[in-house]
């Protein structure tokens, strides 16, 4: 089964950086695009960064953009999210999410940005 286990979420200060990672397992990774996606509390789920299936072709939204980049790694089943320059705003639960047939979601890490 389909399985995304995310990690590398933390407290960090204004300005800081962090590297997000979500292990994937459970379907041929190579052959599907991935994305990161993030949730405040109280708001909704929003698309962060999404990238296609070898890699080549990225996007981010426009809030990140600059300061987050979206890589994989295909021989390690895995997808990275680095993160620049955070900022309060970034405060929020990380997801990993990749659609094999359906949608399949991690457990989300937290990244908490706070003097």
């Known amino acids: 089964q389909v399985q995304l286990v995310e990690s590398g ?14 292990a994937a397992s459970g379907f041929t990774f190579g052959s599907y695009a ?3 996606y993030r949730q405040a509390p109280g708001k909704e789920r929003y698309f962060v960064a999404g990238i296609s299936d070898t890699g ?3 996007k981010c939204a426009a809030s990140v953009k600059g300061r987050f980049t979206i890589f994989r790694d295909n021989a390690k089943n ?6 620049n320059s955070l900022k309060p705003d970034d405060t929020a639960v990380y997801y990993c999410r990749a659609f094999v047939g359906s949608s399949y979601w991690g457990q989300g890490t ?3 940005v706070s003097s």
């Open 110 to 112: 937290q990244v908490t």
């Open 56 to 58: 080549p072709t990225t």
């Open 34 to 36: 991935m994305s990161w």
């Open 78 to 83: 895995t997808v990275y999210l680095q993160m």
């Open 9 to 22: 979420g933390g407290l960090v200060q204004p300005g800081g950086s962090l590297r997000l990672s979500c």
